[in-house]
Structure formats: C-alpha cells, structure tokens
C-alpha cells in the first residue's frame, strides 16, 4: 500500500491535485483486498452491489466497490472523489474524476507489478503528461495483454478505454 501512496502523491503533484485528499484514497484502495473470493461476493450482494459474470467468476474485481462501501457506510467518508476512486481502482471507469484517474494509475505502476505489465515505464511517462493518456495507454496495453492470454477483460475496463478514444 505504501507504494501506491508513494506512485499517488508524484502523480498528485504533477496535476495538482490536492495531495491529502489522494493519498486517504491511495491509502485506503485495498480495505477489502484481503477478504476471501465466497466473501466478497456475500458482502457485494448484502451491500446491493451489481455483481457481474466475471466479478462472479473473479470476486477479487469486487474488492475495490466492497471497500468504498464501507468507507461510506462504516467510516463515514463522504467525499465521492474518494469513493469512486476506491470503488474504480482496479478496472477504471469512464467519467472517473482525476482523483480517480490518479489513484488507479497508482495502483497499476506500483514497481511490484513491472513483472505483469512490461509495459509500465510507457504509461509511467504518459500519467506524468496527461491522466487521461496514462489511463488510454494502460488499458490498451493491458487489455491486449489479457486477451493474448485468452482471458476477457472486465467490462468497465473495455468501456473506459472506448469513452477515452473519444
């Protein structure tokens, strides 16, 4: 989690973005993360999330929007920047606010993850640029990555990438 905090406030500071409010969302992206597959799809459907087939076959894609309902319910964190930030920060979505956009960045060029995306020092440059071509360029990338692999990317993804294009 540091080293998403640590990707989150360079990317705050190169578009200005108010540092304290990225971080508490940078810092609070995997509330869930560490909750069992069974588990996540028990709570996303108690908490009335829409569950879609492959959050139903990969629950793990339900970490992100299981986390931000708790902030909002449990921790009373009313800013919806961070909401949407925390729920979005595994697949993206279109419209996403900048804050969102840097938080996902985040996530995805944490040094860890270089192994599984050889392609992050191109989005590494382009997030610094511009959010949007930093968001364009890994979803495209990725998006190739997964199908080359034979798997389907998740649908906020495919329609992030499509609201990007234009």
């Known amino acids: ?39 996540l799809l028990i709570e996303a459907r108690y908490r009335g999330l829409k569950i879609n087939k492959i959050e139903e076959q990969y629950p793990i894609f339900l970490h ?29 979505a279109p419209d996403l606010p900048p804050l969102g956009k840097a938080v996902f960045l985040a996530d995805k060029l944490d040094p860890l993850k270089e192994g599984r995306y050889p392609f992050l020092e191109e989005v590494r440059g382009r997030a610094q640029e511009s959010l949007d ?19 389907a990317p998740h649908p906020a993804a495919i329609d992030t990438l499509n609201s990007l294009l234009h």
Do not use: N, Y
């Open 133 to 151: 071509q930093g968001m364009f360029t890994f979803l495209q990338r990725d998006i190739q990555r997964l199908l080359k692999l034979g798997h």
């Open 64 to 92: 992100g929007p299981v986390g931000a309902a708790r902030l909002r319910d449990e921790f009373g964190i009313s800013d919806l920047d961070i909401i949407e930030a925390v729920h979005w920060h595994t697949t993206a």
């Open 1 to 39: 989690m540091q080293r998403v905090r640590i990707e989150a406030r360079k990317l705050a500071l190169s578009h200005s973005l108010e540092e304290s409010r990225v971080d508490l969302a940078a810092a609070t992206h995997d509330l869930c993360r560490h909750m069992k597959p069974g588990d």
